[in-house]
């Protein structure tokens, strides 16, 4: 049987309650198109296969696959053996597809920001993270874990914290904590826009230095009178706006 892989930041969840609660909260019909990403050793993808149109699975570990490709005899079953990095969901559907996975801890942000390229083919997407690193996605302002990923998730998607997992439901036994969160895309946004552009642009400035002030920081790009006009305080540190501060900065910039 493979062995989780460090480097590839493998933890396989081994929980039935929790593959129960998952599989509740997806609520999946016959009707639809699912993208599964990571399916390690198969426990979600195997309640999906019963139940849903079509499932694309896309496993990098070439030592998961012969147990993969057991269930790859069911007409509704595709497997994908390459990174999800480089995969591109426009060669499988344009449009209304279901994403969900167990994503590994050393890439989530990478992961996350290629689910925000090809959003316009989501209806939704489910994914179990790093509680730390989910704290960040939904994060409110005016709390230490409001940061870039936290404004550039919540202009694009509208996330819905789903519930926490136990690190006795995965093996290898994480040291932390697991969530498992719902994004929901927000309609005619996308990474390439131009306000999610300027958006990277403002939040790599300000979030550079987390405790320099607002006005400092953007004094190249703009001026506290404009700021002000904008009914946002100069002073204000990064952590302090709100997504739509960001927003209204971003819409004056382009």
Not at 37 to 61: C, F, N, Y
Not at 93 to 101: A, F, T
Not at 188 to 194: Q, T
Not at 202 to 207: A, H, L, M, W
């Amino acid at each position: 049987m493979p062995k989780a892989k460090k480097s590839l930041g493998q933890n396989f969840l081994i929980d039935t309650s929790v593959v129960n609660q998952i599989i509740q909260f997806v609520n999946p019909d016959s009707s639809h198109r699912f993208l599964e990403i990571g399916p390690g050793k198969g426990v979600i993808t195997q309640r999906l296969v019963k139940s849903v149109d079509e499932i694309h699975a896309v496993e990098i570990d070439k030592d998961l696959l012969r147990d993969l490709a057991q269930i790859e005899h069911l007409d509704n079953f595709h497997l994908h053996n390459q990174s999800i990095l480089d995969f591109e969901p426009n060669t499988i559907s344009d449009g209304d597809l279901r994403v969900i996975g167990n994503l590994p801890y050393n890439i989530s942000t990478p992961i996350m920001l290629w689910s925000f390229k090809y959003l316009e083919l989501f209806s939704d997407m489910h994914f179990m993270f790093q509680k730390e690193f989910g704290d960040r996605l939904v994060s409110e302002n005016n709390k230490k874990t409001f940061g870039r990923i936290s404004v550039i998730t919540q202009y694009l998607t509208k996330p819905k914290y789903c519930f926490m997992i136990e690190p006795e439901s995965f093996s290898p036994k994480p040291k932390v904590d697991s969530v498992f969160i719902r994004f929901d895309p927000i309609k005619g946004r996308s990474l390439n826009d131009p306000i999610a552009i300027k958006l990277q642009e403002v939040t790599k400035i300000t979030f550079m230095h987390k405790r320099k002030m607002i006005g400092k920081s953007l004094q190249k790009i703009l001026s506290e009178n404009q700021l002000a006009q904008l009914d946002i305080d100069s002073k204000s540190r990064p952590e302090n706006l709100s997504v739509e501060d960001y927003v209204k900065i971003a819409k004056v910039l382009i």
